[in-house]
């Protein structure tokens, strides 16, 4: 059994770093961790996609806090309700997905939280996945949990409130998710749940529920998002969002394109730099003192030490060097065998992993973002139908960074 530290610095940090908001009070969680009880803290992850992003990475690293205090986190997949797909902030319902697609798409989530959570030694983190409870509970269940929540409560969230006036669809299996989300709590009997900020809705349902079913006050922790210039959240839909499966060349590389306006919030959400060092690199960024760029590719060694160590980290920053300030093709480059023949570059594209959709391909080649040809002769295309005949060798470039050589099978 680990032993709990109730280091008020470290208590500080796991309130403050990164924190939105903490229900019911700051000062009521904090007694708790300063009292020194053992805590069970959680946050769930739906499988919506086959990879964790740097967005779910912000609460992993909150929970690691946790977990280095010797309290309790347990990393929850949602096996159930990545099928229903949560609705928080969306204009239209989710895509529902399979029991098959969710867990085809947890398979390597395990792996990934690996990097930021312990699931061995002394205080290991728990895995688990809801649909161990939620595949038990029967409709009259269902009937008697509902009957904790009303209609009005459901109904007064701000995207439903959004679709109502735009005489858009709310089907009942959305309204339900806040309800899946909140007999987690209770299955687990946690004591602090973590999420971000957009969140909050699905988290206080189940400190509600909770409460309605055991008499236990669980605690909320909401965490900033990061954000763009704009304010608008990083996401896999704009195009900006870091995914942790990304090797170490593209995943340095995407953080160097992000806009100088996230490093604030992202030094302090997604690094591991003490507490005190992340706000004086913050601090120096507020007031014009240290450049941007500079900033900038210690924030993508950084969050790629995470993900792929630190030789990995240095191998992508000496790369990024190469490649796109000195603007030289690397020596190593990524390998893939393809059958011989005539592609449309917009399919060859896809079938070489540049790009996450056609939608996608099609996008990054009509503005001139992807190379073919032989090593010393790489030439823009922008015809997304434009063919494309398949040989050794031939090199196909996506940006500044990414590049991939054929082999004929």
């Not at 728990?126 to 008697?144: A, M, P, Q, V």
């Not at 210039?229 to 995943?251: T, Y």
């Not at 924030?299 to 995470?306: K, M, N, R, V």
Request: hydrophobic share 40%.
């Amino acid at each position: 059994m680990a032993k709990i530290l109730t280091d008020k610095n470290l208590i500080s940090e796991i309130l403050e770093r990164g924190v939105e908001k903490v229900y019911p009070g700051q000062k009521e969680l904090e007694a708790k961790l300063l009292k020194g009880e053992v805590l069970r803290v959680y946050c769930g992850f739906d499988p919506s996609a086959s990879s964790l992003h740097i967005g779910n990475a912000i609460a992993l690293s909150k929970l690691a806090q946790f977990q280095r205090l010797g309290h309790k986190v347990i990393f929850l997949i949602g096996g159930f309700t990545g099928m229903i797909g949560d609705p928080s902030d969306k204009s239209s319902a989710r895509k529902q997905l399979s029991r098959e697609e969710v867990m085809n798409n947890a398979t390597n989530f395990h792996q990934q939280a690996q990097a930021y959570l312990s699931f061995k030694g002394d205080n290991p983190a728990e895995l688990r996945y809801n649909n161990e409870w939620h595949d038990k509970l029967s409709f009259k269940d269902l009937i008697e949990l509902s009957a904790n929540f009303t209609v009005q409560q459901m109904i007064q969230r701000d995207m439903f409130q959004k679709r109502l006036a735009e005489e858009r669809p709310v089907f009942l299996h959305e309204f339900l998710y806040p309800l899946a989300q909140a007999y987690d709590s209770v299955a687990l009997d946690v004591d602090v749940e973590v999420g971000g900020n957009d969140q909050m809705f699905n988290m206080m349902c189940g400190r509600d529920l909770l409460k309605a079913l055991k008499g236990k006050d669980k605690n909320v922790l909401t965490m900033k998002l990061l954000t763009d210039n704009e304010g608008k959240k990083m996401g896999k839909s704009e195009g900006n969002i870091v995914m942790l499966d990304e090797n170490a060349n593209n995943m340095y590389g995407k953080v160097m394109s992000w806009d100088d306006g996230v490093l604030i919030s992202a030094f302090e959400l997604c690094t591991n730099l003490p507490w005190e060092e992340a706000k004086d690199i913050n601090l120096s960024l507020s007031k014009g003192e240290l450049n941007p760029r500079d900033a900038k590719m210690r924030l993508a060694w950084e969050i790629t030490a995470i993900n792929h160590g630190k030789e990995g980290a240095d191998i992508a920053q000496t790369n990024f060097i190469k490649t796109v300030q000195n603007k030289e093709v690397p020596e190593e480059i990524e390998v893939k065998e393809m059958k011989a023949g005539e592609y449309k570059l917009i399919d060859l594209v896809s079938l070489l992993g540049l790009s996450a959709s056609r939608g996608e391909a099609k996008r990054v080649i009509e503005q001139g973002g992807v190379k073919v040809g032989p090593m010393n002769g790489l030439t823009a295309i922008t015809d997304t139908q434009a063919g494309i005949k398949v040989e050794t060798n031939l090199i196909v470039q996506r940006g500044k960074r990414q590049f991939v050589k054929i082999l004929i099978k």
